[in-house]
């Protein structure tokens, strides 16, 4: 309760002479009322402002303390911070798929990026092949020529 209340206890029910807002509630008879617990029924545990002349008078002022407000805002608090978790539990769900599929996006490149190697390393056989076989080419052209040249000069 309120810092500086002064508790008691009477009839089974504590009681306090100050309200929870730190206003002063005033009940039927003019004396402050003082809130009390309820320790029975369907109700136990809620809070009532009560006369503190109760068992002496004929008073019998009883109004519901008004928590809700604060329960109201816990509640909020506890759903706005509830809804904050799934929101970010929902993006880490999508940031953990997109990294799956960048992750075999990626072995997928690199698995295209081993077969282009081994591409180029056997286009690089084959133009050293090439170019092998062309200077054979040439030379033989180069000899059928000379050999062609010689072949005129004696047939002369």
């Known amino acids: ?12 029910s504590s009681s306090t002479s100050r309200s929870f807002s730190g206003l002063i509630t005033k009940c039927n008879c003019g004396s402050d009322a003082v809130v009390r617990s309820v320790k029975k029924g369907p109700n136990v545990g809620r809070k009532i402002f009560g006369c503190p002349k109760w068992s ?6 009883l109004k ?3 928590c809700n407000n604060e ?9 706005e911070k509830d809804t904050t978790m799934a929101e970010m539990e929902y993006k880490r769900n ?24 081994a591409d180029i390393c056997q ?13 054979h080419m040439s030379m ?9 040249g010689f072949v005129m000069f004696y047939l002369k």
């Open 71 to 79: 329960v109201d805002d816990l509640r909020f608090q506890i759903f």
């Open 1 to 12: 309760m309120a810092g500086g209340d002064r508790s008691f206890a009477s009839g089974g």
């Open 140 to 148: 033989a052209l180069l000899f059928s020529w000379v050999l062609f």
């Open 94 to 117: 999508d940031l953990q798929e997109r990294v799956k599929k960048l992750v075999l996006k990626k072995e997928k490149l690199e698995d295209d990026v081993k077969e282009m190697k």
């Open 123 to 135: 286009l690089r056989v084959e133009l050293l092949m090439s170019a092998r076989n062309e200077r």
């Open 64 to 66: 519901w303390v008004d």
């Open 56 to 61: 002496d008078t004929n008073c019998n002022f």
